[in-house]
């Protein structure tokens, strides 16, 4: 059993977040209304989640001795991120709970691990996938899974980053020149009908909450919208969901994200150990938003409402979207969430609105 394992966080007591971003701004925000202090883990000391929280420790992920000083000051520690280094959950973990746990950050972390245990492991569809390591690999991959067929790196891919998608044999080598020679793996492309994702929450008993289904839709390779409560929601979603959870022996919020057939079949495209932006929405719905909820579970309390009384559309800022803040503080019905970012960089995550329906 982990350190803690059964640890169960009190008002006063500290939350460690490794990572300094949007997600962790508005976890801090989340973990002070609950009356806990929220405690940073950021390479920069500007970072979105700087001005909200507690406290700051400003170091690099890799660094374990910091790591390692910056976990004694809290009582369980999270992550707004899945790319953070096994050493440095290590490091966490020795001194306090980590939650979600390091076997949750080992599966997300690569592409080819996480296809593997959804498929073999929790027995859910996932996309066609080979596992490549040179030119020929990848020319032999395309003949098995036809084209066209998406080439990505199995590591630090986020946003359509580390991807490329190969429409004709004419176009392999040029592919494999594009992200060699990272390891990747090549994915069958899912004629998906619409893109959905679950944002659920599993606590520290075992009990699981997920959300309704999310409908969203993708500009640039970047979420755009996030609609919910979706259409046709039947269930299926949050019962995957709940099977991946129980496999990882999960604790706190995550988001899976699905490509939907036109036969109503779902095939998951990647999960995330982390709130989500797709579960944005959450905050406007009436219901406890994820990051109270990702909160909640970290602290082993016990996981809140997730029946929205509203339907909110989730629309996200990115770069300059952000200077129409005016206007959309002027609309009735739109909430703004602004992340403090001192710099508008195009497809930069600036803010989002949530819209109610
Ligand atoms: P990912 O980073 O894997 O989530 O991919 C980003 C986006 O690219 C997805 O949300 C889809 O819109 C598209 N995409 C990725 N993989 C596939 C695939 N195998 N088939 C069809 N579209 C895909």
């Known amino acids: 059993m982990e350190r803690g394992a059964q640890t169960i966080l009190k008002p006063g007591d500290t939350v460690g977040i490794l990572g300094g971003g949007q997600l962790a701004r508005m976890l801090s925000v989340a973990a002070s209304r609950l009356g806990l202090n929220a405690h940073i883990y950021s390479p920069t000391s500007d970072c979105p989640a700087a001005s909200v929280s507690e406290r700051l420790s400003v170091g690099a992920y890799d660094d374990a001795k910091s790591v390692l000083a910056f976990a004694k000051t809290c009582d369980a520690v999270t992550y707004e991120f899945e790319n953070v280094p096994a050493v440095t959950a290590k490091a966490a973990a020795s001194v306090a709970p980590l939650r979600p746990g390091a076997r949750a950050l080992d599966v997300s972390q690569d592409r080819l691990v996480e296809k593997s245990f959804l498929r073999a ?3 859910v569809d996932v996309a066609g996938f080979e596992d490549i390591t040179s030119v020929h690999d990848l020319r032999r991959a395309v003949k098995r899974l036809g084209l066209p067929a998406v080439l990505k790196t199995r590591r630090f891919g986020y946003d359509g980053k580390g991807q490329v998608i190969i429409k004709t044999e004419s176009e392999v080598d040029q592919a494999w020149e594009v992200v060699a020679p990272l390891p990747c793996i090549l994915e069958a492309f899912v004629p998906f009908e619409r893109e959905v994702s679950v944002v659920a929450a599993r606590g520290l008993d075992g009990q699981v909450a997920a959300y309704p289904l999310t409908e969203n839709v993708h500009r640039n390779h970047i979420l755009h919208t996030s609609s919910a409560p979706a259409s046709n929601d039947n269930g299926t979603a949050q019962s995957i969901a709940a099977r991946i959870l129980d496999h990882l022996d999960y604790v706190g919020v995550m988001g899976v994200e699905f490509f939907q ?16 932006n797709s579960g944005h929405w959450t905050q406007n719905a009436g219901c406890t938003d994820q990051f109270e909820q990702h909160i909640r579970a970290v602290a082993g309390w016990p996981l809140g409402e997730v029946t929205p009384k509203q339907g909110v559309v989730m629309t996200n800022l990115i770069g300059t979207d952000v200077e129409t803040w005016q206007t959309l503080a002027a609309e009735p019905g739109t909430h703004i969430h602004l992340y403090g970012k001192r710099e508008i960089r195009a497809d930069r995550k600036m803010g989002h609105v ?3 329906i």
């Open 261 to 276: 057939m036109a036969d109503g079949a779902l095939i998951v495209n990647e999960i995330a150990p982390r709130v989500h």
């Open 354 to 356: 949530n819209r109610i």
């Open 121 to 123: 492991q929790v027995g």
